[in-house]
């Protein structure tokens, strides 16, 4: 069965390498049948509610669909393609469409579709049984069947500024959650946060089931960190005060670690230089971390990336524009 996932467009590659870590965390077998700026296209052999369970830790991706077909955005293809791919499930339906593109005007396509899959169905927006999708790009239609929808307010409702401890440096949950699946962590299984501060990455790790480690060097943000844990009833962790030096005393064969290296002015190193201190990170991250487990590090400056190869091999790395003056950088290594 393939599966549409529409991509939202946030950054260039993080949508799609947030699905396929996800599908790996998950141990789902796919194949990917396309991949571009707006969607992910996967085959697989996985029941609809597997899906569903992926769904629920993505954040980069709005829906994901059925696929009954793509093809080229004219309403002769597409009509052509509708009545070939006939829709087996019964019950009311309502058809729907995103249109991505500068060039097409998608009416017409919405109307060629419902002539085909309205017929003698019931047809309604509020909760139909069935809602036909279609994602229409310059060059391609993509239509299908939702399965699932991600729910976007659910990260905006986590923003820095609802949580009990505040501090205006900590990540958007939504990119903290990209973080956390970009590890490929699995329910049950250990993350550790070496440089939790309000622990932001923590909570969204937390929220997926895993078992969550954070240590910070100020104990301000280790009391600040627990009241937030606290606050989304994350239960399963525990946090510690300590240098990044020090935490192999505090925890060992840990199953993934998702930090955001400290940069900027705004940010405590208690004077160390930055390098130094990088260097000092990912060694000691290296003795703590599984064989084959995944260490995904926030970075301010890809030069930086030298220094996690000396212990690492480094999978995968995404730069986005964080804002006017700052590219940040999420590397994936494997030890």
């Known amino acids: 069965m393939k599966f549409i996932f529409e991509l939202s467009k946030e ?15 998950e141990k789902i077998n796919y194949k990917v049948i396309e ?12 029941k609809e509610s597997n899906i569903k369970k992926l769904a629920s830790r993505l954040s980069l991706t709005f829906y994901i669909d059925e696929m009954l077909f793509s093809c080229p955005p004219s309403t002769i293809e ?3 393609y509708a009545i070939e791919n006939h829709i087996k499930k019964n019950g009311s339906i309502a058809i729907r469409c995103k ?15 419902a002539d085909i899959y309205s017929k003698e169905r019931r047809v309604t927006l509020e909760n139909p049984d069935i809602e036909v999708r279609g994602l229409i790009t310059n060059s391609t239609a993509y239509i299908g069947l ?5 729910n976007r307010s659910y990260f905006e409702n986590r923003k820095a500024q609802h949580r009990p401890f505040f501090s205006p440096i900590s990540l958007h949950p939504k990119l ?56 989304y009833d994350i239960t399963d962790y525990e946090l510690f005060c300590s240098d990044i030096g020090d935490i192999a005393k505090h925890a060992a064969e840990i199953d993934a670690v998702v930090t955001d290296f400290p940069y900027g002015k705004a940010t405590t190193t208690k004077g160390e230089d930055i390098r130094k201190l990088y260097e000092r990170a990912f060694e000691n991250i ?27 091999s480094l999978v995968e790395k995404h730069g986005f524009r964080a804002h006017r003056s700052l590219t940040r950088y999420f590397a994936v290594f494997q030890k």
């Open 11 to 25: 950054h260039k590659t993080l949508p799609a390498a947030e699905i396929l870590a996800c599908l790996r965390a």
């Open 35 to 46: 991949s571009n700026e707006d969607v992910l296209v996967v085959d697989t052999d996985v």
């Open 78 to 80: 597409i009509k052509k």
């Open 99 to 113: 249109n991505r593109s500068n060039t097409i005007d998608s009416r017409p396509i919405v109307q060629t579709l």
């Open 146 to 150: 939702k399965v699932s929808e991600v």
């Open 176 to 231: 903290a959650r990209v973080m956390v699946n970009l590890s490929a962590i699995k329910k049950g299984e250990t993350l550790l946060d070496p440089f939790c501060g309000t622990g932001g990455i923590l909570i969204e790790a937390g929220l997926i089931g895993a078992r969550v480690i954070g240590s910070d060097i100020e104990d301000k943000m280790v009391e600040g960190c627990k009241k937030n844990l606290d606050f």
């Open 286 to 312: 290296s003795c703590v971390l599984k064989e084959n487990g995944r260490a995904v590090i926030g970075l301010s400056n890809k030069d930086m990336l030298p220094l996690g190869e000396k212990y690492f």
